[in-house]
């Protein structure tokens, strides 16, 4: 081979290897833009997610307070009922004993 041979070879190798150094750098390139799209989309998925937890803290929040108010309630009723229950049997036995009174007097 003559060195005007080796020359063409050499360059034609040099021509080949900037090519796939060309092609390389526009697939890391193509790579590195995805995969800040997936960061991205990352980072909002992630912030969504905090946000949905906040909303869920408030919510059972609220629940705990609901319920503490229905159970609250259910007590004062469960009391009024109570107090009704025996007011109506107070009033019923007095009834009994005065009409048994008033038969013992006649």
Not at 45 to 60: F, N
């Amino acid at each position: 081979m003559s060195d005007r041979d080796l020359v063409q070879e050499l360059k034609s190798n040099i021509t080949d290897l900037t090519q796939d150094r060309d092609d390389a750098l526009a697939k890391v390139k193509s790579k590195e833009a995805r995969l800040k799209q997936v960061m991205i989309k990352l980072e909002y998925a992630t912030q969504d997610v905090k946000a949905t937890g906040h909303r869920i803290a408030e919510r059972d929040k609220e629940l705990a307070d609901v319920r503490a108010k229905l159970e609250t309630k259910d007590k004062l009723l469960q009391d009024a009922l109570k107090k009704i229950k025996d007011i109506v049997y107070e009033d019923s036995t007095e009834k009994e004993e005065d009409k048994k009174e008033i038969s013992e007097e006649e």
